[in-house]
């Protein structure tokens, strides 16, 4: 992986991403989220104070899933009316990218899939209604409406003037979990499952005074 | 990787406390970002865990204080995972007019997340969100599902309504406000799922712990409350017993029938003395020996009386002498036929044969003394002995097959009534015990 930097058009301090097809990334220094042209950066916001946070994982933060590697490069914050949850977007070592989310510490990686047809408008997948992709059925198991919170690090794609987002959570009967995210109007599917703390083998975690 | 900026160490996550705006008490948060209410000690508003301002969602009123049998802030390890006691609820549910309130504990640690001890009258549960879904084979919440081959019935759907709420929660938690709950056992694990409002459907599982082992994992010096009755998902103190006793006694009294064919089939059967006699009763005969005969081998004897008799008896007095001790064996047998016709329809009683085997008799020569008696009045009976040697005897079965089964229908019966009780407190209970269950003689 070859790391390209450049500078902050806000503050000039050096910026790199760590992974190629990274869309916008957040300067460390100064926090303005920076999106990435053809080769210039782009100041296109600022991100405001994020909220105290409890996950115990990181920027940086790094893991196992399957056989690879992964590393923590960025991060969605969400807020809904239960609390706050993260978006960890990670890059693994064979160059793909995926999702950890992590709601009151329950784990779940996702990827996006290749899923186009067949998804529901956002108003009929009520909750309880069972749907099949890639031969695996899965039901509705809650509905939620998020606000878009803050952004760190990069992601694969522009995100940092949304507001309010709905989310579809869904479950199968054999571990696998879905997401359907209505943040640009049209459906996009995430795929994956529920993973164990411990199964991730986590390093460069955060730590909690006491424990 | 090379990494461009700073390279800040992140300090430790720390434990943050907060004024009560109703009480101006000190309340401590101990699941740092991820309460999302507190419930102040002091005055018990609910309070806004996320907003700077801590503004209180909720004033306590007219809410019948609970007091948690396990202290907030206290740790302990529970399947080799550290948690703190970081929030109480107090629950219940009404059915059949009565209300049934239980403890829900929130445990909490910062890597693992979150789970939930319950305790309903002693019993408790450690409880772990599910997330894989049952399945169900048929639609509609009664019915039965099934979570990694294991099925689980349906024992209760009812409303549950938080009562009382102490510490802090990872969600919105307010007095007053209702979940559909549905349970679903298979002891000692229960399956249940919480539908609140059309937004979200919870599913976890518990399994069954007791006060005992939550006391010593959480240190606490007093003992638990003491368990009364039978929890829905109580591991039955009987467990596999019955099966396993059955399986025990299976093999036993598979054992006893194989010893009884072998000794059914190795018996020899021989025959060692037979000879017909007549008998007058007028004639006042005395008694008489006949001629010795050899048992090669201690073994059962056989000794068969056939006798020409119609609407007649015959009894007999018999020794079985050994004629070399002198040992005499005694008995006697009873021979007798009756028959006729009455009213168009013939009858018979009795039987012209006997046969009679006497215990294990050792070896050596031996012969019969014989004194018949009958009625004086009739006439002479034609009558004859046989001794068959090693015949094979079967009463030690048919005595032992049902000692062997009682230890299993006992514990059989005393499992039934054990999940007799256990399902008496379910939607499933049977009619009867329902009715009576609400009489005096329950509690």
Sequence with gaps: MTERTSNCPNCGAPVSFKWSSSVQTVCEYCKSILVRNDVDLQKVGQVADLPPDSSPIQMMT??????????????????????????????????????????????????????????????????????????????????????????????????WDKTAVVFIDLKSDHGEFATLDYSDGDPVLYTGKAVDFDDLRLSNIRKFEGW | MVLSGPKKEVPAVAVRSVTCPGCGGAVTIRSFGSAVNVVCGSCHSVLDAQDPQVKILQKFKDAIRQNPLLPLGSRGKIRGILFEIIGFQHRQIEADGQVYGWGEYLLFNPYQGFRYLTEFSGHWNFIAPLRTLPQAHTPGAQSDRFYLGE??????????????????????????????????????RVLSTEVSSDKEINWSMGEYITGTDIWQ???????????????????????????????YCGLLLGLALLLWIFHLSTAHRQQVFSEAFVFDPAANEASFVTAPFEFEGASTVQVDTAASLHNQWIFINFALVNEE?????????????????????????????????????????????????GDHTLGKIGYSVAVIHDVPNSTWFLIAAPLLLLPAIFTTWRSIGFEHRRWQESDHAPATSSSSSDGDDSE
């Design chain 2, 217 to 247: 994992a959480f240190g606490l010096k007093d003992q638990p409350p003491p368990a009364v009755g039978v929890y829905e998902n109580q591991p039955s103190p009987f467990g596999s017993q019955p099966r396993k006793i059955w399986r």
């Design chain 1, 62 to 159: 790094e893991g196992q899933y399957g056989t690879h590697s992964f590393v923590v490069a960025g991060r969605i914050i969400y807020e809904y009316d239960q609390g706050s949850w993260n978006e960890w977007h990670f890059v693994m070592n064979d160059g793909t990218d995926g999702w950890l989310s992590d709601a009151q510490d329950e784990y779940i990686v996702t990827f996006r899939a290749n899923v186009t047809s067949g998804l529901p408008a956002e108003k009929d997948a009520k909750l309880g209604t069972v749907y099949q992709w890639n031969k695996v059925s899965y039901m509705v198991t809650s509905r939620t409406l998020a606000h878009y919170r803050g952004v760190e690090g990069e992601l694969p794609f522009q995100y």
């Design chain 2, 325 to 373: 001790t002198g040992k005499a064996y005694d008995f006697s047998r009873e021979v007798s036929y009756y028959g006729g016709v009455d009213e168009g329809e013939s009858w018979t009683e009795g039987s012209p044969r006997d046969s009679v085997t006497l215990p294990r008799i050792p070896a050596g020569k031996y012969f019969l003394r014989i004194e018949p008696d």
């Design chain 2, 151 to 188: 099925r689980y019935k349906h024992f209760q759907t009812a409303t549950a309504k938080t009562t009382f709420v102490l510490g802090e929660f990872p969600w919105q938690v307010r007095v007053g406000e209702t979940a559909e709950v549905t349970d679903y056992v298979s002891p000692p």
